[in-house]
Each structure stands twice: as structure tokens, then as C-alpha cells.
């Protein structure tokens, strides 16, 4: 499945995936709300609580209709990029066993308020939380040299965030349009 494929298709309730499907690409399904049916075939994918996970279950590819409180499970250590984008998620638990984060994987979870990024977390990908635009708080535990490119770009709410002294570099538009940090 491409990159994009199914972006924005908020009455998409229901897909079918075959067996020959052997990779869906990041942001497959963005802002896909009413993704209610997900259904696999094969052994490539599985599906928990309507969120597709790889077979061994160390990658959550996409969640599209997490929503309310979401714990993500301790055999996760990928959080594909677009997982939760456009999702109506407002708190999430990322265990300890997770290490990456990629890009836009919380992009535009306009409900989320606060979260904490683990110290096992190496890696974090452009656009990570942007457009959170209820995010009030964020504690960055990892152990990352980075803050990558508008990793909370537009984030209007945004009034605290703790840095780790790890971080050596603050890249471009991070903090572009965080009008309530002061």
C-alpha cells in the first residue's frame, strides 16, 4: 500500500487487506477517523483493537481511530510514520520498549493534551507532534541529540516543554506557531 493511499478519506469505514500485501508505506492512513473494519489476510500484518501491527508485532504501522486514552503495547518498538495522524487520541502511554518515533506519527491529533517521550526513545522523526493544537504539555525523557524539523510546529497550546541536556540541536520551526510558549 503507497505512502498516502488512503489520506483524508474520513468515511472510509472499512478495507480489506490481502496476504500479498507485504508492506503498507508510512501515512497510509491518515485522517482516517471512520476506519472502523480493518481486515487482514496472511501472516505480514496483524490487527489489535483496530490498530495494524506488523506480524511480530514490534511496529505499530497505523492506528486511525485511536481515540480517548491509548496504552500502546510493550512489544512495540516502532511507531510508524502517520500511526496515529489525524487521530482523535487525547492521552497516550509509550512504553519503555519503544526507541523511534517517526514522522508525523502524532501529526495532527489535535485532541492530545500532554504526552512523555520515553529515555529509550533514539530517534525522532520531522513533524513528529505538529499541529497538536491542544497539546498543553510535553516531557522529553529520551535520550536524543535532536529535536528534528517542526517536531511541534503549530501546537498553539503548547505552554511547557522539558528538554533533555542530551539535546545538542534545536533544527528549524520546532516551535513555529507555539504561540502560548513564552
Do not use: H
Not at 50 to 67: G, K, R
Not at 99 to 117: G, K, R, V
Request: hydrophobic share 40%.
Amino acid at each position: 500500500i503507497p505512502e498516502w493511499a488512503f489520506c483524508w478519506c474520513r468515511n472510509l469505514k472499512s478495507i480489506t487487506i490481502p496476504a500479498s500485501v507485504e508492506r503498507i508505506q508510512d501515512c497510509a492512513f491518515i485522517n482516517c477517523q471512520s476506519l472502523t473494519d480493518i481486515r487482514i489476510s496472511g501472516n505480514n500484518f496483524i490487527v489489535k483493537d483496530n490498530a495494524i501491527y506488523t506480524a511480530d508485532e514490534t511496529t505499530l504501522v497505523a492506528y486511525p481511530t485511536a481515540s480517548g486514552s491509548v496504552e500502546i503495547p510493550e512489544t512495540v518498538k516502532t511507531i510508524r510514520a502517520g500511526a496515529f495522524a489525524g487521530s482523535l487520541v487525547e492521552s497516550i502511554t509509550i512504553p519503555a520498549t519503544v526507541t523511534a518515533i517517526e514522522s508525523e506519527a502524532f501529526s495532527q491529533c489535535e485532541l492530545l493534551y500532554s504526552i512523555s517521550i520515553p529515555e529509550t526513545v533514539t530517534s525522532i522523526g520531522n513533524y513528529a507532534f505538529d499541529n497538536c493544537r491542544n497539546l498543553q504539555t510535553v516531557e522529553i525523557l529520551a535520550k536524543v541529540s535532536v529535536l528534528p524539523q517542526n517536531m511541534f510546529s503549530w501546537c498553539e497550546k503548547l505552554t511547557s516543554v522539558t528538554i533533555p541536556a542530551t539535546v545538542t540541536s534545536i533544527e528549524w520551526g520546532v516551535f513555529d506557531g507555539c504561540s502560548s510558549l513564552s
